[in-house]
């Protein structure tokens, strides 16, 4: 079995993704393995609400400046003291992303929170963690977040 080197963390800034990237921080720990931060946006939709092609590609670009900020800080508060810990910020459909992030970072181990949605909400929202962990070419641990989380979405 290959050893476990490279962690692909994804957030969404909850607190599942929190929890996710504090078990990642100690994993990485103990196994030395670097990290790789990932949160995805998806700008599709701009180009049907924004007509104008030089607001539209600000508009993306500010988002993108955004996120890369607040993935920054999220990977500082989780990931300080790690030696190699890296931030993406990748634009698409969330599940795919994250599954053609592993492939082109060559992660080991996708490490995500859940927010345990159950019945309708799961019905109607769909699960991003089991959508990756049903496809994902590599092992994924997913860690559920907080009761206090969890309980306000059922």
């Known amino acids: 079995m290959k050893a476990f080197e490279r962690f692909l963390v994804p957030t969404d800034f909850s607190a599942g993704a929190d929890a996710a990237a504090d078990a990642a921080a100690e994993l990485a720990k103990r196994l030395k393995a670097s990290v790789d931060v990932v949160t995805v946006v998806d700008t599709s939709a701009f180009a049907t609400i924004y007509g104008d092609a030089v607001y539209r590609a600000q508009r993306i670009s500010d988002i993108h400046g955004q996120a890369l900020s607040d993935a920054q800080q999220f990977a500082d508060r989780h990931f300080n003291g790690l030696g190699n810990v890296k931030v993406h910020v990748?634009?698409?459909?969330?599940?795919?992303?994250?599954?053609?992030?592993?492939?082109?970072?060559?992660?080991?181990?996708?490490?995500?929170?859940t927010h345990g949605r159950t019945g309708l909400a799961h019905l109607l929202i769909g699960s991003i963690a089991e959508k990756v962990v049903r496809k994902s070419p590599v092992p994924v641990l997913t860690v559920r977040g907080s009761a206090r989380e969890t309980a306000g979405s059922r």
């Open 90 to 113: 990748r634009d698409g459909d969330t599940f795919l992303e994250l599954l053609q992030a592993a492939q082109d970072l060559g992660s080991d181990m996708i490490i995500m929170g």
